[in-house]
């Protein structure tokens, strides 16, 4: 069957590779239809050194597919239901696995497409758990879009900030694949949406997604019109994903006792910050990766109710490097899919 592997940094081929076996009992077959790309590719594909897995590896953190097989006694599926899957290897028994906090897991084995093989190839098992249904009218490159793009926001958002309707928040990178989804999701619920974007053209595009207020980085120090805009109150939440480059203007923007919820690190991984603005502003810091599985449904119930993924461009498999170096540009506006 084709895959997709990564051999080295930034040496990425369409393969061939041995198809799985039939199914186990407790496991689907799912014949891959689309990839949706994430920093996470990005990373894996230039070579992190804190990612140990073995060459070559198939790639891609976040997919869509149909049924193909069934294992025995699987019962939630038929053949031919559309699904994505969750994207770490968790182990399905620890207390955080059991009570649903799976990106909590004591036993991970890995992130796959990072750590361990990933959904880039035509045919995988996974474990009937692992294994979420698309609701009728969403499309196979929406559903790719669930389980990071989506499902990374819904559990940043309301698990973890507890964004609330009427609110004010920081959405960071609003022209990025979870920056478009954050954006829409605190509009459905009435909030008014500050965002930060690279340059006018995506500045116009958040705007037509509903942010009230776009602050191009480049021209403005987004810290400063965050806190004029607000009259110097400053915002109830920030969605941070950037990093050290924006870190302490993050903080800046907060009002007394508001929330930062951050999942990234893209400018960089270390920086340092003023202790005593922090207690003394009664902060609170999330730190949030990946997402729940029911976050994942729960994206996918946005998704059919009308609320659809940005996708920027849609490649073939065989420019799955294309999508890749699109991402790495920051050129796109939204998500960046890959068919099968």
Same mark, same amino acid.
């Given at each position: 069957?084709?895959?997709?592997?990564?051999?080295?940094?930034?040496?990425?081929?369409?393969?061939?590779?041995?198809?799985?076996?039939?199914?186990?009992?407790?496991?689907?077959?799912?014949?891959?239809?689309?990839?949706?790309?994430?920093?996470?590719?990005?990373?894996?594909?230039?070579?992190?050194?804190?990612?140990?897995?073995?060459?070559?590896?198939?790639?891609?953190?976040?997919?869509?597919?149909?049924?193909?097989?069934?294992?025995?006694?699987?019962?939630?599926?038929?053949?031919?239901?559309?699904?994505?899957?969750?994207?770490?290897?968790?182990?399905?028994?620890?207390?955080?696995?059991?009570?649903?906090?799976?990106?909590?897991?004591?036993?991970?084995?890995?992130?796959?497409?990072?750590?361990?093989?990933?959904?880039?190839?035509?045919?995988?098992?996974?474990?009937?758990?692992?294994?979420?249904?698309?609701?009728?009218?969403?499309?196979?490159?929406?559903?790719?879009?669930?389980? $990071?793009?989506?499902?990374?926001?819904?559990?940043?958002?309301?698990?973890?900030?507890?964004?609330?309707?009427?609110?004010? $928040?920081?959405?960071?990178?609003?022209?990025?694949?979870? !920056?478009?989804?954050?954006?829409?999701?605190?509009?459905?619920?009435?909030?008014?949406?500050?965002?930060?974007?690279?340059?006018?053209?995506?500045?116009?595009?958040?705007?037509?997604?509903?942010?009230?207020?776009?602050?191009?980085?480049?021209?403005?120090?987004?810290?400063?019109?965050?806190?004029?805009?607000?009259?110097?109150?400053?915002?109830?939440?920030?969605?941070?994903? &950037?990093?050290?480059?924006?870190?302490?203007?993050?903080?800046?923007?907060?009002?007394?006792?508001?929330?930062? &919820?951050?999942?990234?690190?893209?400018?960089?991984?270390?920086?340092?910050?003023?202790?005593?603005?922090?207690?003394?502003?009664?902060?609170?810091?999330?730190?949030?990766?990946?997402?729940?599985?029911?976050?994942?449904?729960?994206?996918?119930?946005?998704?059919?109710? !009308?609320?659809?993924?940005?996708?920027?461009?849609?490649?073939?498999?065989?420019?799955?490097?294309?999508?890749?170096?699109?991402?790495?540009?920051?050129?796109?506006?939204?998500?960046?899919?890959?068919?099968?």
């Amino acid at each position: 069957m084709r895959a997709l592997q990564l051999f080295g940094d930034r040496d990425l081929r369409l393969t061939e590779m041995d198809a799985p076996p039939p199914p186990a009992a407790g496991e689907v077959q799912v014949k891959v239809r689309a990839l949706a790309l994430n920093y996470l590719d990005v990373w894996g594909f230039r070579g992190m050194a804190f990612a140990k897995r073995k060459m070559p590896q198939a790639v891609g953190v976040e997919a869509s597919g149909e049924i193909a097989a069934l294992g025995e006694g699987v019962t939630r599926f038929k053949i031919g239901d559309p699904v994505t899957m969750y994207g770490a290897e968790t182990c399905g028994h620890c207390k955080a696995c059991l009570e649903g906090r799976d990106n909590l897991c004591e036993n991970v084995a890995g992130i796959m497409g990072f750590h361990i093989d990933g959904f880039a190839r035509e045919y995988l098992n996974r474990p009937e758990r692992l294994v979420i249904p698309v609701p009728e009218g969403v499309s196979f490159e929406q559903a790719a879009c669930a389980p $990071i793009g989506f499902g990374t926001v819904q559990h940043m958002l309301f698990d973890n900030a507890k964004l609330e309707p009427g609110e004010s $928040i920081l959405v960071h990178a609003g022209g990025s694949g979870i !920056g478009t989804a954050a954006i829409k999701m605190a509009k459905a619920i009435g909030c008014t949406v500050y965002t930060t974007v690279g340059d006018d053209e995506k500045g116009a595009k958040a705007k037509a997604l509903g942010a009230d207020f776009v602050i191009n980085y480049r021209t403005e120090r987004f810290e400063g019109e965050v806190r004029r805009l607000t009259k110097r109150k400053g915002v109830d939440v920030v969605f941070e994903h &950037v990093g050290a480059e924006t870190w302490n203007g993050s903080l800046l923007c907060l009002k007394r006792g508001g929330r930062l &919820v951050t999942c990234g690190s893209t400018s960089g991984v270390s920086t340092t910050m003023n202790l005593m603005q922090l207690f003394q502003q009664q902060y609170r810091i999330f730190g949030s990766f990946g997402c729940r599985i029911e976050n994942i449904s729960q994206s996918l119930d946005k998704i059919a109710g !009308g609320m659809a993924p940005v996708i920027d461009s849609v490649f073939p498999l065989a420019d799955f490097q294309k999508g890749l170096e699109r991402l790495e540009s920051r050129k796109a506006f939204g998500k960046v899919v890959v068919k099968f």
